[in-house]
């Protein structure tokens, strides 16, 4: 439970019967981190007098992608390579609880803006999974460039992924109430021109149109348009 700023929010924690025995949810690092990181994009977007911006279809889903991404942040540790693969949910399911690990190889993970057309992309979780596909390439892209810091709470802007989170956070407060999945992606690359004057606004264009994302992309009603074209400066 996620209210406006100035409230108390509530996070509660389950045993997953899943495995014999039961196994707590609060043991396992990344469901923790996930569910907080629930109310900080319920806060964080739509500014700090509403906590209900991230309501709705894409949205809604979206809430749950930035929650696996900020997961997969905090386990990232400075020998790991762009050929790691990460699973959520391992501990408590026994299994992982997504339909794809994460990984910037796409035979490993397919996922791509078009996948919002299926029926079965249309539940908060599968949206979710493909926003966070994108930003876990994203999120590749800025640490091959700038490294990876080994405390990522040190807040050290020069490494890739302290770097990755903040612009994360400061996208959020810079889209509008129940963005789509266009409006997430150009707050972030406008979050790099305001923090980094642009320096990485290839890099996360790169990311995007890698997985159907890019400058022609688009939804009318239901249906999504993948495009796989970036900005002509950031054309290889």
Same mark, same amino acid.
């Given at each position: 439970?996620?209210?406006?700023?100035?409230?108390?929010?509530?996070?509660?924690?389950?045993?997953?019967?899943?495995?014999?025995?039961?196994?707590?949810?609060? /043991?396992?690092?990344?469901?923790?981190?996930?569910?907080?990181? %629930? &109310? #900080? $994009?319920?806060? +964080?977007?739509?500014?700090?007098?509403?906590?209900?911006?991230?309501?709705?279809?894409?949205?809604?889903?979206?809430?749950?992608?930035?929650?696996?991404?900020?997961?997969?942040?905090?386990?990232?540790?400075?020998?790991?390579?762009?050929?790691?693969?990460?699973?959520?949910?391992?501990?408590?399911?026994?299994?992982?609880?997504?339909?794809?690990?994460?990984?910037?190889?796409?035979?490993?993970?397919?996922?791509?803006?078009?996948?919002?057309?299926?029926?079965?992309?249309?539940?908060?979780?599968?949206?979710?999974?493909?926003?966070?596909?994108? /930003?876990?390439?994203?999120?590749?892209?800025?640490?091959?460039? %700038? &490294? #990876? $810091?080994?405390? +990522?709470?040190?807040?050290?802007?020069?490494?890739?992924?302290?770097?990755?989170?903040?612009?994360?956070?400061?996208?959020?407060?810079?889209?509008?109430?129940?963005?789509?999945?266009?409006?997430?992606?150009?707050?972030?690359?406008?979050?790099?021109?305001?923090?980094?004057?642009?320096?990485?606004?290839?890099?996360?264009?790169?990311?995007?149109?890698?997985?159907?994302?890019?400058?022609?992309?688009?939804?009318?009603?239901?249906?999504?348009?993948?495009?796989?074209?970036?900005?002509?400066?950031?054309?290889?």
């Amino acid at each position: 439970m996620t209210p406006p700023d100035g409230q108390h929010g509530v996070m509660r924690m389950y045993l997953w019967n899943l495995t014999t025995p039961w196994r707590d949810g609060a /043991l396992e690092q990344d469901i923790v981190v996930h569910e907080y990181t %629930h &109310g #900080i $994009s319920n806060r +964080l977007t739509g500014g700090p007098a509403s906590a209900d911006c991230l309501s709705s279809g894409e949205a809604s889903g979206m809430g749950e992608g930035w929650s696996d991404t900020v997961a997969n942040i905090v386990r990232i540790a400075p020998n790991d390579t762009r050929g790691l693969h990460l699973k959520v949910g391992c501990y408590a399911s026994g299994r992982g609880i997504r339909t794809y690990p994460y990984s910037t190889n796409m035979t490993a993970n397919p996922l791509t803006y078009g996948f919002l057309n299926r029926a079965e992309y249309k539940e908060v979780h599968q949206i979710g999974e493909v926003w966070a596909a994108m /930003l876990y390439d994203a999120m590749w892209n800025l640490m091959d460039a %700038h &490294g #990876i $810091s080994g405390d +990522l709470f040190a807040h050290d802007l020069q490494s890739g992924n302290a770097l990755f989170l903040q612009l994360l956070l400061d996208g959020m407060k810079l889209q509008p109430c129940n963005p789509t999945f266009s409006d997430a992606r150009d707050a972030i690359v406008q979050a790099d021109h305001v923090r980094t004057g642009g320096a990485n606004r290839c890099a996360l264009w790169r990311a995007f149109a890698k997985r159907g994302l890019g400058t022609l992309a688009g939804a009318t009603g239901k249906q999504h348009t993948e495009s796989y074209v970036v900005p002509p400066d950031c054309a290889a």
